[in-house]
C-alpha cells in the first residue's frame, strides 16, 4: 500500500508565491521522512489550470489559455525541481488522462443519482472560485483573500446533491483524525452545522474548462474538475490511465496538505463527492496557516510580496526550508520576518550545528591523525548517548503526528546538548595530559556520533545540509540499511578517516 501525500493542485494565474513554496516544502519533508521509515510514497503535485479567474488572465495577456497554462505549468514544474522537492506526479488539469477521469467519475456520481439541473443566483469571487454565502453590502464587499468586488451570477449550472451527505459528513468530520488541526476542525464542525446546500458543478459562462458530456453549453466548475487532479495524478502518466486504474494504484490519498482558506472543498465537498462515486475518502486533511511578512498581509497592491525565486537565488534551500519548518508551527498562522530569519539561521544553523561539526571534526583530526578516534572502552553512563536516544525517539513522535517544527526542535536540541557536552568536558584542557588521551578519545568519539545522527534526523527537513554533514563525517549513508536503524548509537567508525572540513553553512549578513 501506498502513502499518498498531496500539496493542493496550483492556480497557474501567476507563479509560485511563498505560500506554495511553504506547503510544497512541508509536504517534501513529509515524504522524504515516510520514505526513510520504510513507505512506498505517491508525492503528488501540480497545476489547476480551468475555470474564469485562467480564463480571464489568458484574455487579459492577450493569449489562448492553453498557451498560457502551458507557460505557467512548466514554471511550478521547473520551480519544484529548482527547490530540490522530491514529488511523484505532477498533474496538470489539461490534460486529456485528466480528462478521462473526470467524465467517468461523472458517470458514477450520475449513476448515484445525485446531479440534477437548476438556476444559480448567488454572489462569486473569481479569486477564489466560489460563491460566497450571503455578504453583507454585497456589491461594496471585497473577498477578504483577493480584495477584489464579487460577481453576481444567475444562470442554469448542474447542481451535486451535497446535502443528502449531512450526516454521512458530520460522522466524517468528527472523526478526530480526519482534520488537524483541532482549530480548523471545529470551524469544519460549525460550518457544516449550519446545514449542507446543494453547490453547482457546471458552468456556462466558462469556456476553459472540461466539457459536460451531456449538456452542450456547460463545462465543470473548476473545483470538481481540479479536486479530482488528487486521483487522475496517480495513473496519469501512464497510457492506460483510468479511475478505476487510479483507484487500483494507490486512492484514497493518506494526506492533503492544504490551506485554511480551502478547507470546506476538501473537508466537506470533496468526501461526499467520493462517497456518491463509491470511492474511499482521504485519510486526513491537514490545514495550514497563512504566511504573512512583517506582521502585515502579503499582495501585490500593498507592494510587499516576497519572491520565493529570490529567496532561493540568495540564501539557498535549507535556510528557506529550516525557517518555514521549525519557526511555523504547521497549522498556525506564520509570519515571514527578514531579521528574523538571518538571526534563526545563524544562530541554528551556522553557530549550532555547523560550528559543532567544524570544531569537532577539527579537532579530531588534528589530535587523531585525521581521524575518528579508535575507542579503547565506553564508560558506562554516557550522557550524550542518554541524549541523543532520547531526542530520536522524540523526533519520530513528533514527525509521525506531523509535528515538524517540533522535530526540528528536537534535532536542534540535540546539538545544543552536544555543545555543551563539548564544553563541559573541555578536552581541549584534557589532551595537554596524555595520560587523559582514552577519555578525550571518547569525548571526540561521542560529539562525532551524536552529529552523525544530527545529520540523519536533518535528512527530511534540510536534505542538502544533512548529506554535507554526512560527508563531513566521512560516513556514507548506506541506502541499504534502514534509515532508522541508521540512527543506532555507535556506528561511527573507529579510525575511520575524516576529509578536511570545510564550512557546511554561512553565516548570513542581516541588510
Ligand atoms: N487551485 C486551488 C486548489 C485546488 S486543489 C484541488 C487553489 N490554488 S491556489 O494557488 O490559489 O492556492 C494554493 C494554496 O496556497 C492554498 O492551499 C492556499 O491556502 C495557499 N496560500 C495562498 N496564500 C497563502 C499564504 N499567504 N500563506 C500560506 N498559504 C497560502 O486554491
Given amino acids: 500500500m501506498s502513502f499518498v501525500i498531496t500539496t493542493p493542485l496550483y492556480y497557474v494565474n501567476d507563479k509560485p508565491h511563498l505560500g506554495s513554496v511553504y506547503t510544497t516544502i512541508i509536504c517534501d519533508s513529509i515524504a522524504r521522512y515516510k520514505r526513510l521509515v520504510g513507505e512506498e510514497v505517491i508525492f503528488i503535485t501540480g497545476v489547476d489550470e480551468h475555470g474564469l479567474k485562467i480564463q480571464r488572465t489568458a484574455n487579459e495577456k492577450g493569449i489562448e489559455p492553453k498557451t498560457h497554462c502551458d507557460e505557467i505549468s512548466k514554471i511550478f514544474n521547473f520551480n519544484w525541481k529548482s527547490w530540490d522537492i522530491s514529488f511523484d506526479k505532477f498533474i496538470r488539469t489539461s490534460s486529456k488522462n485528466h480528462e478521462l477521469v473526470v467524465n467517468e467519475f461523472y458517470e458514477r456520481v450520475k449513476k448515484s443519482d445525485d446531479i440534477y439541473m437548476g438556476v444559480q443566483k448567488g454572489w462569486y469571487c473569481v479569486g477564489c472560485e ?184 540568495k540564501y539557498g534551500n535549507d535556510p528557506v526550508r529550516w525557517y518555514l519548518i521549525k519557526d511555523i508551527s504547521l497549522g498556525n498562522d506564520g509570519d515571514f520576518q527578514d531579521k528574523r530569519f538571518v538571526d534563526i539561521i545563524n544562530n541554528d544553523l551556522a553557530n549550532t550545528i555547523g560550528n559543532l561539526l567544524n570544531r569537532t571534526s577539527s579537532m579530531s583530526r588534528k589530535w587523531f591523525d585525521n581521524k575518528v ?73 561521542n560529539v562525532l556520533e551524536s552529529t552523525r545522527i544530527i545529520g540523519l534526523l536533518l535528512q527530511p527537513l534540510l536534505p542538502e545540509l544533512s548529506s554535507k554533514i554526512n560527508e563531513q563525517l566521512g560516513s556514507i549513508y548506506k541506502k541499504e540499511i534502514p534509515w532508522e536503524q541508521q540512527l543506532r548509537w555507535g556506528l561511527l567508525i573507529s579510525n575511520s578517516s575524516l576529509p578536511k572540513p570545510t564550512p557546511i553553512i554561512n553565516k548570513l549578513e542581516y541588510e
Avoid at 456547460?218 to 492506460?240: C, K, P
Avoid at 530520536?392 to 555543545?419: C, G, M, Q, R
Wanted: net charge negative; glycine share 4%; with cysteine.
Fill in 130 to 313: 466560489e460563491f460566497k454565502d450571503n455578504p453583507e453590502n454585497s456589491s461594496t464587499y471585497k473577498c477578504p483573500i483577493h480584495q477584489k468586488s464579487l460577481e453576481w451570477k444567475n444562470e442554469e449550472n448542474l447542481f451535486f446533491k451535497l446535502s443528502k451527505y449531512q450526516e454521512q459528513i458530520e460522522k466524517i468530520i468528527n472523526e478526530p483524525n480526519f482534520i488537524e488541526p483541532i482549530e480548523r476542525r471545529n470551524e469544519i464542525i460549525n460550518f457544516v452545522s449550519r446545514g449542507l446546500k446543494d453547490f453547482s458543478i457546471s458552468r456556462t459562462n466558462v469556456s476553459w474548462g472540461i466539457p459536460v458530456p451531456d449538456h452542450d453549453k456547460h463545462t465543470f466548475y473548476v473545483w470538481f474538475d481540479a479536486l479530482l487532479g488528487y486521483v487522475s495524478a496517480i495513473s496519469s502518466s501512464e497510457a492506460d490511465c483510468s479511475l478505476e486504474k487510479s483507484i487500483n494504484e494507490g486512492w484514497p490519498a493518506d494526506i492533503h496538505l492544504i490551506g485554511k482558506d480551502i478547507l470546506r472543498f476538501h473537508a466537506v465537498y470533496w468526501p461526499a463527492m467520493l462517497i456518491s462515486a463509491g470511492m474511499k475518502i482521504p485519510k486526513k486533511v491537514l490545514g495550514h496557516g497563512f504566511l504573512t511578512r512583517e506582521g502585515q498581509k502579503m499582495g501585490k497592491s500593498l507592494g510587499n510580496v516576497l519572491d520565493p525565486d529570490l529567496l532561493l537565488s
Fill in 373 to 445: 578516534p579508535n575507542i579503547q572502552k565506553i564508560s558506562s553512563e554516557n550522557k550524550l548517548e542518554n541524549f541523543a536516544k532520547c531526542a530520536v525517539e522524540n523526533y519520530i513522535l513528533k514527525f509521525d503526528n506531523y509535528k515538524l517544527d517540533l522535530a526540528a526542535n528536537e534535532v536542534l536540541s540535540l546539538a545544543i546538548n552536544t555543545n555543551l557536552y563539548l564544553n563541559d568536558n573541555q578536552p581541549w584542557i584534557l589532551i595537554k595530559d596524555k595520560n587523559n588521551l582514552p577519555i578525550v578519545e571518547e569525548i571526540i568519539y
